[in-house]
T-cell receptor
Framework: EPEVTQTPSHQVTQMGQEVILRCVPI?????FYWYRQILGQKVEFLVS????????KSEIFDDQFSVERPDGSNFTLKIRSTKLEDSAMYFC??????????????FGPGTRLTVL | GIQVEQSPPDLILQEGANSTLRCNFS?????LQWFHQNPWGQLINLFY???GTKQNGRLSATTVATERYSLLYISSSQTTDSGVYFC????????????????FGQGTILTVHP
């Protein structure tokens, strides 16, 4: 069964460093997402991406964040200068086509980011 | 934006007991999914259920879209059922473009004791 994969599973970084989280969505899916979950809290939407453009983003997704689909399979989230409060679990998700009957979202296993 | 409320916030059961988790949402939805977050933090898809009833083994779910709620039933609970259960919804964007953003509830923390 196709699945969303994410690397690395854990990332530890120093405050102020740049990090790139990587995801491989399901191959025939068109929409891609990043969500994050601070420890003990609910999962929050960060950004959606379609056709090489951001289609929607939350207030959390400020200028420190960027997303990219550098090739036909990978989808990345970059945090330019990490802060302590960026420590969280980051989930990638993908779906075939939102707003239709094929809009189930499939989530990756997550990357746990720790900023020291 | 759409509001999602889950109840109860915490639930403690003995192994073998049955339970019902509830998800209320404030607007019509195009998508509703139930997830189980395991001890390693992974979100496991349980059900994609914007309406109707589905069953998968000991778990079943029902969404009554017209009344804006969904229920997750766990029968004969096992210790491996412990974890956090999340409901997530995508609002029905009548006349507009949907990008699929899911809004999550706060979750129900389930603890099953042997």
């Amino acid at each position: 069964e196709p699945e969303v994969t994410q690397t690395p599973s854990h990332q530890v970084t120093q405050m102020g460093q740049e990090v790139i989280l990587r995801c491989v969505p399901i191959s025939n899916h068109l929409y891609f997402y990043w969500y994050r979950q601070i420890l003990g809290q609910k999962v929050e939407f960060l950004v959606s991406f379609y056709n090489n453009e951001i289609s929607e983003k939350s207030e959390i997704f400020d200028d420190q964040f960027s997303v990219e689909r550098p090739d036909g399979s990978n989808f990345t989230l970059k945090i330019r200068s990490t802060k302590l409060e960026d420590s969280a679990m980051y989930f990638c998700a993908s779906t075939a086509l939102p707003g239709t009957v094929n809009n189930e979202q499939f989530f990756g296993p997550g990357t746990r980011l720790t900023v020291l | 934006g759409i509001q999602v409320e889950q109840s109860p916030p915490d639930l403690i059961l003995q192994e073998g007991a049955n339970s019902t988790l509830r998800c209320n949402f404030s607007d019509s939805v195009n998508n509703l999914q139930w997830f189980h977050q395991n001890p390693w933090g992974q979100l496991i898809n349980l059900f994609y259920i914007p309406s109707g009833t589905k069953q998968n083994g000991r778990l079943s779910a029902t969404t009554v879209a017209t009344e804006r709620y969904s229920l997750l039933y766990i029968s004969s609970s096992q210790t491996t059922d412990s974890g956090v259960y999340f409901c997530a919804v995508e609002p029905l964007n009548a006349g507009g473009t949907s990008y699929g953003k899911l809004t999550f509830g706060q979750g129900t923390i389930l603890t099953v004791h042997p």
